[in-house]
């Protein structure tokens, strides 16, 4: 089964001088660390067994648990093989416009295989040692926490059992796949969210920063960008689902600038020509600015600009678009206060990472759409994802073994973005959930979402109105953002699908 991996691989490649697809090498590298393990077991026990010290008891669970391994990689290989035959031509993805029933048969036997040996002694043995050794802490974490959680214990309780799950990696193993089957949004939002507790580890690790502040965006109406044709564009203030406030972004800069530092500030320095856009992950129902403030600090002091980073409203409070609005809005805020940011306007790139990099996505291809005139320089999604449908993919069937996001996690996080309740959490199989949904277009859609949702007779009533203006020059040049129509977050008309 490897050499027909092996064969099928290149097919996939990227280029020549780019022999990587991450699906099928993948595969074939995790099946040569599997059988590299094995061996240097094996080695161990032969070199050892001899010694008084020699733990056989050790050796034999750890031989067992890697054979484990290599009985699910059996199990699930003519699974990938069967899936690849049945793609088109040279392509990693199924037709996205099709019938999906095909798949979910092969979705629900991956399902059927037992992850847990993953999970335990196993856990992150595909990655390199330094990383492994991370993601051990992360598992005992998110065993000791869940329990926790589960039974409603304290900070004593949550000591206790991480003691018991470092001790027993079998154990540990069947509570992260108990978790990832059966936690709702409410659970990942807690355990994400413990990030928040080291929020002052960058003062202490991390460059100073002369001004590291979360402000608002004052309520100042729609916000006019200029379009490429010399119209205008209207880009209104986020009000889905919860309502007007303001929107906080978070500034950092290693040095003060004019307009952006108080009055009277010693050694201002001249406004930059670079600035760092960026929208944190999460899931998108976790994390803020702040927690990602390690990196942030770095940025901006090697680039010596200033980053600033938009504390978008977390779902499922707060479900789409609401952040894809406030993060619109940010940027045209920044786009027409550039000196309040301390940047001359000049270039800007615009970062995201997981979820973070989808909205910053979604604010481009809505840039696009709109034909504004000012779009960043440069984009850099980080781990963003594309393909939220639950089709054989790459990701999909790789995060059967993944230690740190398990699929089941992600389209939890998923429902809570898109406002599905009835997709929050349970031991229901993840083919049976996603089959519950119903149609994209049938989606509850929020009342009052001026920029986001507008139905087909407002479309209408929208297009005869600028007919009938069309004398006046001011709005024959000024678009409504609220004109252009964007489906639901499943819908191939917002997320971008590559």
Known sequence: MVTQLQDIAPSYD???????????RSLVCICDTTVLHLISLQKSVSEQRGSFVFRLAHYCKELEAFANVVHFLIDSLPVCIENQASMPSRSLFPPLDGNYDKYHGMLRALEQLDPTCFYGRPLGFQFSPSVNRIFRVIGIVLASYSLSWEKGHGPIGSIINTG?????????????????????????????NLAELSNNMPKWFSPNMAINELREINWVGPITLETTQGGKVKIPEPTAHTGPRPVQIRILSPVHRPHMSPT?????QPASPYIVFHCHGGGYVATSSKSHETYLRMWAKLLNCTVVSVEYSLAPENPFPRPTEEVMFAYAWVINNPHLVGWTGEKMCMVGDSAGGNLIMSVNLRLIELDVKKKPDGIVPVYTPFLFQYLPSPSRLLSVMDPLLHMGVVLRCVAGMSDRKFFSGGSQSIVSLVQNVKDPNEQTHPTEAGSFFVDK???????EEEVEEEGSEEDEDTRSVSSVHVGNPFNTDYFPIT
């Open 164 to 192: 018991r799950f470092f001790l027993s990696p079998e154990q540990r193993a069947s509570r992260i796949v108990k978790v990832t089957k059966e936690a709702d949004i409410d659970f990942c939002k807690g355990f994400w």
């Open 264 to 268: 009277g500030s010693s050694n201002q």
């Open 457 to 463: 007779e407002k479309q209408e009533r929208n297009i």
């Open 14 to 24: 990227y280029d020549e001088n780019t022999p990587g697809n991450g699906y099928f």
